[in-house]
């Protein structure tokens, strides 16, 4: 059990039969009545987001949440396999478990697989990726880097916005966070 109190963004939490983790808070205490926290609440399952108060000192069940560290092995059909590092037992997971950052995923990656009762939440990429460029426009002679951006195509078949000296064949560190690119490897 968590008191309201004790929020801060990050904290997961059980409510209704789901996981929530606090996005934001605020603890008010008006001149009259009683002290309340106002908070914004996102289902990690489904990614919904929902505002709801709670009286100062109200305990709710907090979420405890496992977190295992897993190398991605192959990928069978539409599932991905996963090794767990510890125990190397597999897991086999279906791209919408994995979520959008799946167009980053590579064989050989480790990533982090967050569970709940048994129940695959999310799984954490790495910040940042290292990935060759395998479709793009030529760069013209006097492409700056203060210039545009243009789209390329990397191995995984992700597409990033990338400077227009950028050329097929070189290796680029993306930021799997925001699909930003960050710089060449």
């Known amino acids: 059990m968590i008191s309201s109190n004790d929020f801060r963004p990050g ?3 059980e409510l209704d039969g789901a996981v929530w983790r606090v996005v934001e808070f605020l603890h008010v205490k ?7 926290v106002r908070t914004k609440l996102k289902n990690v399952q489904s990614g919904s987001v929902v505002e709801r108060t709670f009286r100062a000192g109200e305990t709710v069940p907090q979420a405890t949440l496992e977190k ?13 396999v996963f090794m767990d590092m510890e125990t190397y037992e597999e897991a086999r997971l279906n791209p919408d478990q994995i979520g959008d950052r799946v167009k980053y995923l590579t064989e050989s990656m480790e990533v982090n697989v967050i569970t709940w009762n048994g129940q ?15 479709q793009t426009d030529p760069g ?22 990338v400077p227009l000296f950028i050329s097929i064949g070189e290796r680029i560190k993306i930021d799997t966070r925001n699909d930003s690119y960050l710089g060449r490897e």
């Open 11 to 13: 904290v997961t939490i």
């Open 30 to 36: 008006p001149g009259k009545g009683s002290a309340f």
């Open 68 to 80: 295992r560290t897993m190398q991605h092995t192959y990928k069978e059909g539409e599932q991905f």
């Open 120 to 134: 695959v939440l999310e799984v954490e990429l790495p910040n940042s990726v290292v990935l060759e460029v395998t």
């Open 140 to 161: 013209v002679k006097g492409d700056t880097a203060t210039g545009g951006t243009k789209p390329a195509i990397v191995s995984t078949g992700a597409q990033v916005m």
